[in-house]
């Protein structure tokens, strides 16, 4: 393909992706594929000769669209939104073009330059403290990573070295490896297993602190959990607090939390990888006070601030941390601003070498829908979520089970866990929405998350009107089996 044809095709594609997103409410939200079903519609190996772009394309509509669940339907409520917009497109596409390996300032410039100064805009969005932003010649600020488990991880194993070094410089006798095997993290019940994850990674303990009524974490929790371990000679040294669970957006109490991680040094990071977004609006960002006690803090554009994926903002107090505990220097990595202290090397912060120009996606959609058009989706997405939890509670067969605070309500029929598997399994075996369920505590719930970017109050009632039947339905033929029995 020539530069004359990549014009013509790269046309044809971007009409093909409009038409997609204009007209995918029309497209069943989840597949009807089986295990394996792309395997026998495809050659058994790469072809010798090459193929024209017609019959590739062709084959998109045939083998690819029948196996993908479409994230961005209006039907779709299932787990957390996915971030997409146009703009964000439009810069992914000049993110491929330009194609840099951004892993130092000399590698590509403006790939560096311009993510030190996004992760600044944002930050200021959400209104951080200062000493986390990058500024003239601030000791803190911001990376892009590829998720909010990257972010985790990432943070973990700074605190993993900072802690190691520290101990050992008070305790010169301790190895390296007696230290490990006391370290300890902890995050809530209720956080992602990525943070779990981090640590099987990391090779540390981890252990739960328990959550209270509201699934959120309150300081006599951590601060019991954090004495018995100290007291059985165990390092704590991690704690990841969580900002809107996965399960019901529950919020971890911060402000009980941070001071007593600063007085035990614990480094505290912040995972709020969906609910971060949301604090660009005045009347969330109370959520994040507390914020000024953590040493890193992480939220995910790419869930619910228009940016596509992959892109996930993460913070630190102090670089320094991060770099301290991941530099190496090779000399083909090397260049002659990188003692200058005027540059950053974002390949210190990350766990990669390699990384993509994903800074010019915020950059396009900050600029393209300013803070007051990402401000009016956020709340557009929590209006629309009260909605439905307004529907549900005027229905006495419902309940709702976890306050409602952004835009993700869970809820149940009243009644056993095998009647909620039941209806989700008919939820899902429609294909008319898509959602997924959670456990809070030892009940079944179901999870509705306003997710598309073209969402709107119709497809809201659609979807409790679906609901609604469907449970009639099915409560019909439980009562019948039931009698039966």
């Known amino acids: ?161 900072k802690t190691i070094r520290r101990v050992q410089s008070e305790q010169p006798q301790l190895t390296e490896a007696e230290i490990m095997g006391r370290l300890v993290a902890y995050a809530s019940d209720q956080a992602h297993s990525s943070v779990e994850r981090a640590a099987l990674i990391g090779a540390v303990k981890i252990k739960n602190v328990p959550s209270d009524d509201t699934f959120s974490v309150c300081g006599s929790a951590l601060k019991k959990v954090l004495d018995e371990d100290k007291a059985a000679g165990l390092i704590p040294f991690f704690f990841c607090a969580t900002l809107g669970t996965t399960p019901c957006c529950s919020f971890d109490k911060l402000l009980e939390l941070g001071p007593i991680c600063n007085k035990e040094n614990i480094w505290m990071h912040i995972d709020a990888a969906y609910a971060g977004s949301a604090f660009i609006c005045p009347e969330f960002r109370h959520l994040l006070n507390g914020v000024e006690f953590a040493d890193s803090f992480n939220f995910n554009p790419h869930k619910w601030l228009l940016v596509n994926f992959d892109c996930s903002a993460m913070w630190v107090k102090k670089r320094s941390d991060l770099i301290g505990a991941f530099k190496l220097e090779p000399l083909y990595l090397q260049h002659h601003h990188q003692e200058s202290g005027l540059v950053t090397d974002y390949r210190h912060w990350q766990i990669p070498l390699g990384r993509r120009f994903r800074s010019l996606k915020l950059w396009f959609v900050l600029r393209m829908y300013g803070v007051k058009g990402l401000q009016e989706h956020i709340r557009k997405h929590v209006r629309l979520s009260h909605q439905f939890e307004h529907l549900v509670l005027q229905d006495e067969r419902f309940e709702i089970c976890a306050e409602v605070v952004l835009g993700l309500v869970c809820f149940r029929l009243k009644g056993s866990n095998e009647l909620n598997e039941a209806l989700l399994q008919s939820i899902n075996d429609a294909k008319k929405i898509h959602l997924v369920p959670c456990h809070l505590r030892e009940k079944f719930v179901l999870r509705f998350a306003i997710c598309s970017r073209t969402v709107e109050s119709t497809h809201i009632k659609f979807a409790w009107q679906h609901i609604s039947q469907l449970a009639t339905d099915l409560l019909k033929t439980w009562e019948q089996n039931h009698h039966q029995q």
């Open 1 to 161: 393909m020539d530069a004359a044809e990549f014009r013509k095709r790269g046309k044809e594609m971007v009409d093909y992706v409009a038409d997609y997103l204009e007209k995918i409410e029309k497209r069943q939200v989840f597949p009807d594929v089986e295990p394996g079903y792309l395997r026998p519609l495809i050659a058994d190996c790469a072809p010798q000769d090459p193929e024209s772009f017609e019959d590739v394309f062709k084959d998109i509509e045939k083998i690819i669209m029948p196996g993908v669940t479409h994230w961005h339907s209006p039907y779709f409520f299932a787990y957390f939104p996915a971030a997409s917009s146009f703009p964000a497109l439009l810069a992914d596409m000049l993110c491929g073009g330009i194609g840099c390996v951004g892993f130092s300032w000399a590698s590509s410039p403006a790939c560096t330059e311009l993510e030190t100064v996004m992760l600044d805009w944002l930050g200021k969005m959400v209104n951080l403290p200062e000493e986390f932003l990058a500024g003239k010649d601030g000791q803190g600020g911001g990376v892009i990573q590829g998720s909010a488990s990257e972010a985790t991880l990432i943070a973990l194993l700074a605190a993993r070295t």
